[in-house]
């Protein structure tokens, strides 16, 4: 990659029609790289590197729109683009050392107290949760042995060596009798887990989630509830639409792929649709619903307000079940929050905290390694008490 000062140089030698073939080489493949994505910086604040370069384009393009006008040839424009990019370039090459000087210190400070870190560390969250039978005996799923754990009428209860629990109705018989039965899953602080229902239907929870559910489904309707946060890929059934109850909200569906989120410590519910149509209505109000197509969130406010939104980045709502942390411009309290789930620690704030972040970490790190990360921001420090952590400036 090239410096700053390695690209103000070959800039005036370009101007100066000083410059080597090899020369333009570089410089073209530096004027062609800003229509290209940056995946350099794993975790980033305020400004990243990508955010710095598309400053700078910016900054030169307004400095080419105050060219006067004529007609512009290839050549050309790529001329008075290196000649704003002179002018330009020299102002913000200063900011641009300051931020990686500043990752270079922060990895320093990161990497003197990692030590005590791993110390006091804390592992990842992993397939845990609880099954809760209609009798009310429980069984521990991360410890139960794999194959049937528990017969209901016509529906096997069974764990899966894959660690999903499915439901399984012995030949073509779903019926169980003429009471309906429930099962409750519920997952840890620190746990997640997957489940196919009796109709197919297959359920991702994530941490500190539930889902409450028949064993069979029978009626004119499936009828779930959740609590926490949950993704679905709902069997196809017209003839037995698919309902999600989830607090404030209640979701229909035919069939489709969509992801709920209604933990109690966020303001909204949140139902994001990847793939289908979904009725999303607020709960008790059957009049008030909205009608989301793929790539829409429909947030429920507490006063039941619906409101729908299209401009929804669908890798950060889903990162949680691929194994990932990933935010675009989050703000340090929902980052951390979710980190609390995960990793099963209580956050406490000391000073007043402040910061949004942009970029991916994976779920499967230690927690050491994962605030190390975010610690090399420099805006933020992290320490490690038993299950507690302290944040602060």
Known sequence: MLSQQEITELIEKFQSGTISKEEKHLLDEWYHSFDEDDNDIEFVINESRLDFKNRLKQKIQESIDQQPVREIRPLYKRRIWYAAAATVIGVLALSYFLISQNFSKNQQTAN???????????????NKAVLTLADGSTVVLDTAANGVIHQQGDIKVQK????????????????????????????????QYQITLSD????????????????????????????????????????????????????????????????????????????????????????????????????????????????????EVMAWKNGLFLYKGADIHAVLRQISKWYDVDIEYRGNVTAHFTGQLKREMFASKLLEKIALTGEVHFAIEGRKIIVSP
């Open 112 to 126: 003197s107290s990692s030590q005590l870190s791993e110390l006091h560390d804390v592992a990842p969250g992993s």
């Open 160 to 191: 899966l060596n894959n660690g999903l629990l499915s439901y399984a109705a012995n030949g073509n018989s779903t019926a169980l009798n003429e009471k309906t039965e429930y099962n409750t899953i519920s997952t840890p602080r620190g746990g």
């Open 200 to 315: 197919g239907t297959k359920v991702w929870l994530n941490a500190a989630s539930s889902i409450r559910f028949p064993v069979a489904f029978t009626g004119n309707e499936r009828r779930v509830e959740i609590t926490g946060e949950a993704y679905f890929e709902v069997a196809k059934n017209k003839l037995m639409p698919f309902k999600v109850k989830a607090t404030s909200a209640e979701v229909e569906v035919l069939g489709t792929h969509f992801n709920i989120n209604a933990y109690d410590d966020e303001a909204f519910v949140k139902t994001t649709l990847l793939e289908g149509s979904v009725k999303v209505s607020a709960k008790d109000s059957p009049r008030n619903f909205k009608i989301l197509t793929p790539g829409q969130q429909a947030s429920i406010s507490p006063l039941a307000v619906i409101a729908v939104s299209n401009d929804i980045n669908l890798p």
